[in-house]
């Protein structure tokens, strides 16, 4: 195929691609496929004897907690082990919280639907799917902006200090989706200490891709359960983590770690939502996995077929836009997305224009609350689901669409 080197060339390509979400790709699924192949032998009873076939634990099988607190450094009474979805656990916390507050006694915090309006802060750019589960639910949502080293500090705290109706935050601190940022030591330590108007207040801690690294270094991020308790506020962070892109990513193991009262807290409310979870995949997965060293051996197969697809996107980049004022991308040391900054006022045109070129790109503005980017800068790049030609492909054809938005706004303004 020929390289297109111009923006008609790569339209003419015909091309057929969805790059508009960040999904494993069938190589990436392939390494796990033991635990579809050795479904049938991996057995029923777990280590304890319980029947896995059965009702029950709502907080998940012994060992699989075993084994989440092991990834997430917690005390196994901290840890819930649950469905496939970590996306599923925000969902029902926040829907928890609204309808019954966030403790089990009610006379210490009222459900927030009776508080008036609420809100969550939202660092941005962000993950479009945690501002869809504020939407839904009615939720307020305060864009805040970002940093390399995490959120603005300086205007959260701010914001907490004097209002009430801030109930908590959005946080992704390690390769934020889709910034690729990993927040800093000072900003975690801020965020677990920081004085809040709401004693309700609590921290989504999404913490979606902890060992999703696309270098050698394995950066991590300091104990935010830990931090928060020794700053007096044992209860006010919900980690969150699942196996959905270490395994499969629609049948892995979700997880979510916190204070042993806020565990209490989920059992409560999740025991009239579930008799349990599906215990014999969780079987299946630690068996499979074994621990936190089997996790990372396999993450390191992931490494390497993603690392060359950022390679890819980068040198395309580097090659057609490196000349071009105020367009920019990161160089993401993890996680599953590249930011991509256009001019302002031009990135909704270079969506448009790569998807008349064959090309879906997640919606621009989507990494914002309400989908509004008032600059109209930001694109989301997700290079892991194509084959590395696919994505070297589109990359190029992403910079030509870019080019071509820019070309046409030049003439659009000497009219």
Sequence with gaps: ????????????????????????SPEQLDLSRALIDEAGT???????????????????LPEAREFGAQLLDVDAAQVVAAGNSSLELMHDALVFAMLHGVSDRVSDHAP?????????????PGYDRHFAICEALGICMIAVPMTQDGPDMDAIEALVKRDASVKGIWCMPLYSNPSGAIWSRATIERLAAMPTAANDFRLFWDDAYRFHHLTDTRHATPDII???????????????????????????????????????????????????P????????????????????LMAKHRALLRPKFDAVVAEFDTLLADVPDVSWNRPEGGYFISLYAPKGHAKRTVALAADAGLVLTPAGAAYPYGRDDEDRHLRIAPSFPSLDEVTLAARGIALSLRRALEEGAASATR
């Design 278 to 297: 599906d215990k014999l995949n969780q079987l299946r997965h630690v068996r499979y996995l074994r621990d936190r060293e089997g996790l990372e051996r």
């Design 42 to 60: 991996a057995g029923f009873m777990s280590r304890d004897g319980i029947d896995c076939r059965n009702y029950g634990h709502v907080l998940g």
């Design 112 to 124: 927030w639907s009776r508080q008036g309006e609420v809100a969550l802060l939202c660092p941005v």
């Design 226 to 276: 830990e931090l928060c308790e020794q700053a007096g506020h044992a209860d006010r962070a919900l980690v969150f983590a699942s196996l959905s892109k270490v395994t499969l990513a629609g049948g892995g193991v979700a997880f979510l770690a916190s204070s042993r009262r806020n565990v209490g807290w989920w059992q409560r409310h999740a025991s009239i939502r579930t008799i349990g």
């Design 1 to 24: 195929m020929t390289t297109p080197a111009t923006y008609d060339e790569f339209k003419r390509l015909n091309m057929r691609l969805d790059m508009s979400r960040g999904k494993p």
